[in-house]
T-cell receptor, first 115, second 113 residues
Framework: NAGVMQNPRHLVRRRGQEARLRCSPM?????VYWYRQLPEEGLKFMVY????????ESGMPKERFSAEFPKEGPSILRIQQVVRGDSAAYFC?????????????FGDGTRLSIL | AQTVTQSQPEMSVQEAETVTLSCTYD???????LFWYKQPPSRQMILVIR??????QNATENRFSVNFQKAAKSFSLKISDSQLGDAAMYFC??????????FGTGTRLQVFP
């Protein structure tokens, strides 16, 4: 049973470009969470999605960031017009349900570097 | 809003010895989950142990155990018989009613042979 798959592992973009980060949850998992980890800091929640629905986006910056989890295919975190401050590791986690007793399983993360 | 505090940026331990990592949190909820995650240099996030606030008994997973003090809002992690492979960043996390995880800032654990 494959774990949470994130790609790419590393992504380099120039300022002003778009970054698209992909996350395929574990088989049977329909709940996806995105977290951002700035250098030397803990992970910060960004957004929580179920298939085709955004449940909680309270941690998402209001501009340039968007997320989706379509009926078919991976969840996508999109960052438009990237800036240096977007450089971070972005982690995706999935769980079977949104219930608190179900642990969130993490992918290996995407390290985004902005030149 | 809930907060999680890890007051030890770095800790070190000798191989085969025991070390305790501290974590405190603040919440007004009565039912919640607490977790410890390990992040080695590879940057994976690995679940180490979890505790349901409703349960009095402290969780244990092999060499890892917690000391959960609900009234004090304290959730420390004890690693027994430390191994070189235990060297990593350790994050304490709280799972809120809205299901997102709230992480502390982490403790970097070094293990010396």
């Amino acid at each position: 049973n494959a774990g949470v798959m994130q790609n790419p592992r590393h992504l380099v973009r120039r300022r002003g470009q778009e970054a698209r980060l992909r996350c395929s949850p574990m088989k049977g998992h329909s709940h996806v969470y995105w977290y951002r980890q700035l250098p030397e800091e803990g992970l910060k929640f960004m957004v929580y999605l179920q298939k085709e629905n955004i449940i909680d986006e309270s941690g998402m910056p209001k501009e340039r960031f968007s997320a989706e989890f379509p009926k078919e295919g991976p969840s996508i975190l999109r960052i438009q017009q990237v800036v240096r401050g977007d450089s971070a590791a972005y982690f995706c986690a999935s769980s079977t349900t949104g219930s608190r007793d179900q642990p969130q399983h993490f992918g290996d993360g995407t390290r985004l570097s902005i030149l | 809003a809930q907060t999680v505090t890890q007051s030890q940026p770095e800790m070190s331990v000798q191989e085969a010895e025991t070390v305790t990592l501290s974590c405190t949190y603040d919440t007004s909820e009565s039912d919640y989950y607490l977790f410890w995650y390990k992040q080695p240099p590879s940057r994976q996030m690995i679940l180490v142990i979890r505790q349901e606030a409703y349960k009095q008994q402290n969780a244990t997973e092999n060499r890892f155990s917690v000391n959960f003090q609900k009234a004090a809002k304290s959730f420390s992690l004890k690693i027994s018989d430390s191994q070189l492979g235990d060297a990593a960043m350790y994050f304490c996390a709280y799972r809120s009613a809205l299901d997102k995880l709230i992480f502390g800032t982490g403790t970097r654990l070094q293990v010396f042979p």
